[in-house]
């Protein structure tokens, strides 16, 4: 056995940067500016595992020795010291394995796959609303299929996309759990599924105002006002549904194209996606009379901070008594392209930023088709704008 014991307390107060070795793997580490660390290094099933032990001088030389001596005999039976360790922190403190803990920490793992880091919190708010208050403290391993199954019931047929979003959620948060060699039961969410059965909810489409409505709609939108302006520019340019527009910068216009950060685009991950908007003139006279209300670089500011709210333009429809919605000037919009034009479906997908074919197609189909994108949105602001709404040929994209 090789030689223990060969440090001294009185060499540790003076002991210079480097390793010092105590024998049987235990080391020091000191490092420049004064601070130490116990190491610890073993042999597992033939791999060499390093695990730290604490700091010096809050852990002595005799301490250390004894918590040494403990993990050489774990890693002498065959077993991993620092996963054994780690089972034992976290039986000591069964809150760090609950539910909401182990949530929190899947989403920090996962938010970078989220669109600006998930700040906005609609990954987690299915979760905090519906899932987290009954079984927020419950540890992960302790989960079965009849706590999600009884927590999940009310909205499982009245509110369905809430819920499958919070079973799919959850079911990302069991992995995770696992992933971190907690003993959990993977099938739980599956199981759930089967114990509330097939949801009775019949989704339904957002309601959409008919594409031969929109003219006369768009100009009862004749004050100059911020919430006017801000649902004009909607109209003509659905595509980037209703946040960008909201969110919409000065900086983000060059020449007669906006840009729009692709983060910022639903379906659209990665600042390489970024989705450049054509403004057709309309577009761009709606802009220069909103110059002036603009502050801190946002043409549509609230009154107090920031931009308007999210609900100012379904407000506005509902006031008016309508049952179309925002978003639905998007079907307007598509269905105009589908009757009133001959635009290729790849084009007329891009008009409301789908993507079509595979990955593998795009990759070689390197175009946004703005050019035939900015001839149909003339034609859309003509039309919306009180033209005739007449077909539209475009030339070279038959």
């Keep these: 056995m090789r030689a223990k014991n060969r440090l001294t307390a009185s060499f540790l107060k003076s002991a210079p940067a480097g390793k010092h070795c105590d024998g049987a793997g235990l080391w020091l580490v000191k490092r420049d500016d004064g601070g130490a660390q116990w190491v610890l290094r073993v042999t597992v099933h033939g791999r060499r595992r390093e695990m730290g032990l604490g700091g010096y001088p809050k852990l002595g030389l005799a301490d250390a020795r004894k918590l040494a001596e403990r993990w050489r005999t774990v890693a002498a039976n065959g077993r991993d010291p620092i996963k054994e360790r780690d089972a034992e922190e976290r039986t000591a403190r069964r809150e760090d394995i609950s539910l909401k803990i182990i949530t929190e920490d899947a989403f920090e793992a996962r938010k970078a796959e989220l669109k600006g880091d998930g700040k906005a919190g609609r990954w ?11 079984l927020g403290k419950v540890p992960v391993t302790d989960l079965d299929q009849r706590d999600i199954r009884d927590t999940l019931a009310p909205i499982w047929h ?8 919070a079973m799919n959620r959850l079911s990302i948060v069991m992995r995770h759990a696992a992933a971190l060699g907690l003993d959990v039961d993977l099938q739980a969410t599956d199981k759930a599924k089967a114990l509330l059965g097939k949801s009775r909810h019949v989704p339904k489409n957002i309601p959409a105002m008919a594409w031969a409505d929109v003219p006369s709609f768009y100009a009862s939108l004749e ?17 980037v549904r209703s946040k960008p527009v909201r969110h919409f910068r000065l900086d983000q216009i060059a020449g007669d194209v906006w840009t729009v950060a692709g983060e910022a685009m639903k379906g659209r991950k990665g600042a390489t996606e970024d989705f450049r908007v054509p ?12 110059r002036p209300h603009a502050r801190n670089g946002f043409l549509f500011p609230n009154t107090r901070k920031g ?22 000037f ?20 891009a008009m409301i930023a789908h993507k079509t074919d595979g990955s593998v197609v795009r990759a070689y189909r390197r175009t946004d088709y703005l050019e035939q994108r900015r ?20 030339v070279g994209c038959a």
């Design 307 to 328: 931009v308007i709210s999210d609900m100012t333009f379904s407000r506005l429809m509902e006031r008016r008594g309508l049952e179309a919605r925002p978003h639905g």
């Design 375 to 394: 001839v149909l949105s003339e034609r859309w602001a003509d039309f919306v704008t009180g033209g005739a709404g007449q077909v539209v040929t475009l």
């Design 330 to 349: 998007r079907t307007s919009l598509r269905t105009w392209l589908a009757e009133a034009t001959d635009a290729p479906h790849e084009v007329a997908e």
């Design 279 to 290: 403004l057709c003139q309309e577009a761009q006279r709606i802009i220069d009379l909103a």
């Design 158 to 165: 009245t509110k369905a996309d809430t819920a499958r979003k």
């Design 223 to 239: 004050e100059p006002t911020i919430s006017h302006l801000a649902l004009r520019l909607l109209i003509l340019n659905p595509g």
């Design 124 to 134: 987690l708010s299915p979760l905090n609303l519906h899932v987290l208050p009954k």
